[in-house]
């Protein structure tokens, strides 16, 4: 989103948080210019107190075991994708799925962005 707007207060977490971006992710990210590469993965528990207009949970099985945010949320909204990190097999077999979640969030983003936050 903040691709969409650099107005935009955006923050990524995950339910279980891993030690480093995934390497998949990171290659995929960086074939439309955007590096990732030096970001460190968030837990969800450090959010669970701020105030947001909308928090978004992308992954199916995060919709399930999301923690409740106890700061103001003004929306809850699940914009659900496959989990890419579940994908296995070789770099040549995983990395279309890792591209296709990509797109499939930029796309579905992008509308999100210009139903909800475009005035």
Same mark, same amino acid.
């Given at each position: 989103?903040?691709?969409?707007? &650099? +107005?935009?207060?955006? !923050? ?22 955007? /590096?990732?590469?030096?970001? #460190? ?7 669970? +107190?701020?105030?947001? /207009? ?23 909204? %699940? ?6 990190? &579940? ?10 799925? !890792? ?10 983003? !992008? #509308?999100? !962005?210009? /139903? %909800?936050?475009?005035?």
């Amino acid at each position: 989103m903040k691709s969409f707007d &650099a +107005n935009l207060d955006v !923050y990524s977490a995950g339910t279980s948080a891993e030690e480093k971006v995934n390497p998949y992710a990171v290659k995929v990210m960086w074939e439309l210019g955007i /590096d990732i590469a030096g970001r #460190k993965p968030e837990p969800v528990e450090l959010f669970l +107190n701020g105030s947001f /207009d909308y928090v978004i949970t992308v992954c199916d099985g995060a919709k399930e075991i999301c923690p409740v945010f106890t700061g103001l949320v003004k929306h809850n909204v %699940h914009i659900g994708f496959e989990d890419p990190a &579940a994908a296995r097999g070789t770099e040549k077999e995983v990395l279309p799925i !890792y591209r296709n979640v990509r797109d499939q969030i930029k796309e579905r983003f !992008y #509308k999100f !962005y210009l /139903d %909800h936050l475009v005035n």
